[in-house]
């Protein structure tokens, strides 16, 4: 049987890079966005949804996982890895952010995440598996204007914690959570101010931004039998950024 991978979010920055990795190391990807992605032909498989309509609607739910057994069971793959990796991300903060933003990014940052672990827990029970969940940096620090994203990011990290004493021995649950990673959309949102870049590498004890592939490689090792000890763990890919004390010059 083929060693099968759930990603969420595959067409993305990271998803894209999470998608490789696991190829490479000799994974059967599934791919789900709801926009059907550039590098559809490097999937083994891919499957349309709307995580927001997923969160909410049995139905929707009930649809899309369906479609996930019907490929697993056709290409004789089983699902050894849940990794919840597509994220809303609203600006706003106390002045702006309507109360339907904070829902959304809670419905696909959070409550997702929790009913695709529910869908799948019998197959990721029966294959010893895990769920890796993308986690971020704003979850322990953040900035003005993201309070959705914030909020329910470090609400994913705790239901890492959650889901990781609940389930005990039955699955493994864990969180990636990295800092800045350059992805087309981050360097194009820098195009032209250069300056910031270098500023915000420089910020990085490490001298530097992530590369996709370097997060991607971390999950794959979270997902595999060499982690088979470590659950309810957030593991920060931050190249130090999360330990450097910024003192006012
Ligand atoms: N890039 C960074 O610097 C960075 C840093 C820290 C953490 N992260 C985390 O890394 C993960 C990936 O980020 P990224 O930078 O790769 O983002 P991205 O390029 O914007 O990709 C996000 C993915 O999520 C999917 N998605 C969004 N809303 C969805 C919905 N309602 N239903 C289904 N799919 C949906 C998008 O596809 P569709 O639009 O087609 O649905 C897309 O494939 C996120 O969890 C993010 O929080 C990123």
Redo the contacts with the bound molecule.
């Keep these: 049987m083929k060693k099968a991978v759930l990603i969420?979010?595959?067409?993305?920055?990271?998803?894209?890079?999470l998608s490789n990795a696991y190829q490479n190391a000799g994974w059967f990807v599934i791919g789900?966005?709801?926009?059907?992605?550039e590098n559809i032909d490097e999937l083994n498989a891919f499957i349309?949804?709307?995580?927001?309509?997923?969160a909410s609607d049995d139905l929707a739910r009930d649809e899309f996982v369906n479609a996930v057994l019907e490929v697993l069971y056709t290409n004789k793959a089983e699902l050894h890895s849940l990794v919840?990796?597509?994220?809303?991300?609203v600006l706003g903060g106390a002045d702006d952010l309507t109360a339907k933003q904070f829902e959304?990014s809670f419905?696909?940052?959070t409550l997702?995440p929790f009913r695709l672990t529910q869908a799948f827990l019998t197959n990721l029970e029966t294959t010893k598996g895990s769920v890796v969940n993308?986690?971020?940096?704003?979850a322990q620090s953040t900035k003005k204007g993201f309070v959705a994203?914030a909020t329910t990011?470090t609400a994913?990290h705790g239901l890492t914690r959650a889901l990781a004493v609940d389930l005990g021995g039955r699955v493994r649950v864990n969180c990636l959570?990295?800092?800045?990673?350059?992805?087309?959309?981050?360097m194009a949102g820098f195009a032209g101010r250069e300056q910031s870049f270098e500023k915000l590498a420089e910020s990085h004890p490490i001298g530097r931004?992530?590369n996709?592939a370097e997060?991607a490689k971390a999950a794959v090792f979270l997902s595999s039998n060499d982690a088979s000890f470590i659950t309810g763990s957030t593991l920060y890919c931050d190249g130090g950024v999360l330990s450097r004390l910024h003192d006012p010059e």
Aim: net charge positive.
């Design positions: 969420t979010g595959a067409a993305g920055g990271i998803g894209t890079a789900t966005s709801r926009k059907t992605p349309a949804c709307d995580l927001l309509m997923l919840n990796n597509a994220a809303l991300q959304n419905a696909v940052n997702a993308i986690g971020t940096v704003h994203y990011k994913m959570a990295p800092a800045a990673t350059a992805t087309p959309m981050l931004v992530a996709p997060v």
